[in-house]
């Protein structure tokens, strides 16, 4: 049974910083694209990060480049979101999504975590 399941979120003020994780099982998780993906509060599905099987390309909304790094752990079957420099705009539920298909679009990944919140207020 393939699982993904994110934790690392919580309260921060502007400025502040986070690290996300979901921790995969259930597939062979380095042969898989991967990517964190966000929901405000009234609003869609939005991409943030992506990284491809094997790390092979890595892409980033604009909206969070040069403060968000993802990365990704093989042996550990681990994929991290370092945030830095928090905006309140970055308030979300952050999902962990996946597939094996890495040509699809992240909308179409089949598999999803059941998110973590992350709160940015002063």
């Known amino acids: 049974e393939v699982q993904l399941v994110e934790s690392g979120g919580g309260s921060v003020q502007p400025g502040g910083s986070l690290r996300l994780s979901c921790a995969a099982s259930g597939f062979s998780f380095s042969n898989y694209a991967m990517a964190w993906v966000r929901q405000a509060p009234g609003k869609g599905r939005e991409f943030v990060a992506r990284?491809?099987?094997?790390?092979?390309?890595?892409a980033y909304a604009d909206s969070v480049k040069g403060r968000f790094t993802i990365s990704r752990d093989y042996p550990k079957k681990m994929m991290f979101l370092q945030m830095n420099d928090l905006k309140l705009d970055d308030t979300a539920v952050y999902y962990c999504t996946g597939d094996s298909r890495n040509y699809l679009s992240w909308n179409d990944f089949n598999y999803w975590g059941q998110g973590t919140q992350v709160t940015v207020s002063s």
């Open positions: 990284i491809q099987g094997r790390g092979e390309s890595i």
